[in-house]
């Protein structure tokens, strides 16, 4: 068809309309955000020439998205989520500010987790196919001085790539492979656990689908989570990458950074510690938080999370 009508009065108009521009009720912000996200929508279908065949193709693929509950998986895959973290960083670079890289949450953390001083063990359930970790380190603020209270949540998968709460087997207690250590005096955290692995999008899942039709896999590394808070230093989401993982450098969800992978070492005395055996992998992850900003956090982000109870 190839018509251009976007400059046209009438979809200026139209764009007004739907975005309530005119009315001095409602959310403002929303309204400014809704008539840019549509004008650049539609600019798009005139420079593209989209179908009407392709727009509700569009339509019906946000219906499955919703119904598979994949949206924050969806935006972590198209880069959304690592975008919000380029935006952060260059923020901070401008700041000055420094401390160990941010990197994305993903869709899969559960609040809640019971808190443990020191060091906590969180593989509650057996798995024969994951050998023993410990991930262990020091939170010290921008000074270098050892920060005490702070808060260090760890959550990641099991051994078939599943996460608890969002097991599909149902093999899993609610925080299996979560906890969290609240450090002393030294700084020092320490998690007793299990080996991950990396995990794919459900392969019959909005994500994957889209995915598919971009000839992109939708696989991640190995890898951990962390939150660390502290009452009087940002929050800090990031994550480990397990060195080793050939997904490394080509995780679809672009959450790879290059001082987020630590060496992994072997070592004996797991037994002693409590764990499944003797030798055992060890990692050394020291944590840098920052400063807060003007008195303030503005590294909290507020999104729906799941949530559970210990």
Same mark, same amino acid.
């Given at each position: ?58 339509? #019906? ?68 196919d994951a050998g023993p970790l410990v991930i262990r380190g020091t ?25 608890? #709460? ?50 992109? #896999? ?7 989570h962390f939150f660390v808070t502290s009452d009087k230093h940002r ?42 055996a003797d030798t055992y992998k060890d990692i050394e992850f020291n ?14 982000? #507020? ?8």
């Amino acid at each position: 068809m190839s018509v251009k009508v976007f400059d046209t009065n009438e979809v200026e108009d139209l764009l007004k309309a739907a975005a309530n521009l005119g009315s001095q009720d409602g959310n403002p912000r929303a309204r400014q955000i809704v008539h840019r996200l549509l004008s650049d929508l539609f600019k798009a279908i005139d420079d593209l020439d989209m179908t009407p065949d392709e727009i509700w193709a569009g339509v #019906h693929y946000f219906n499955k998205l919703g119904q598979d509950g994949e949206a924050a998986l969806l935006a972590a895959g198209l880069g959304l989520e690592k975008y919000l973290d380029i935006r952060m960083d260059a923020a901070d670079k401008e700041a000055e500010i420094g401390g160990t890289p941010r990197t994305i949450e993903g869709p899969l953390y559960v609040a809640g987790a019971p808190v443990s001083d020191g060091v906590s063990r969180i593989d509650i359930n057996p798995d024969p196919d994951a050998g023993p970790l410990v991930i262990r380190g020091t939170v010290t603020g921008p000074d270098g001085k050892p920060v005490a209270g702070a808060v260090v949540e760890c959550w990641h998968a099991n051994s078939k790539g599943f996460y608890s #709460h969002f097991d599909p087997t149902g093999a899993q207690s609610e925080f299996n492979l979560r906890g969290a250590v609240r450090t002393g005096v030294d700084g020092k955290y320490e998690f007793r656990t299990l080996m991950p692995v990396g995990y794919g999008c459900p392969p019959q899942g909005a994500t994957q689908q889209l995915l598919n039709v971009l000839a992109r #896999h939708g696989n991640r590394p190995a890898h951990v989570h962390f939150f660390v808070t502290s009452d009087k230093h940002r929050k800090l989401t990031t994550q480990i990458n397990i060195e080793g993982d050939p997904l490394i450098w080509d995780d679809f969800a672009y959450a790879t950074r290059e001082d987020l992978i630590p060496h992994v070492l072997e070592k004996t005395g797991g037994t002693a510690l409590g764990m499944k055996a003797d030798t055992y992998k060890d990692i050394e992850f020291n944590i840098e938080l920052t400063p807060l900003v003007q008195g303030k956090d503005n590294q909290v982000v #507020h999104r729906l999370r799941a949530s559970a109870t210990a």
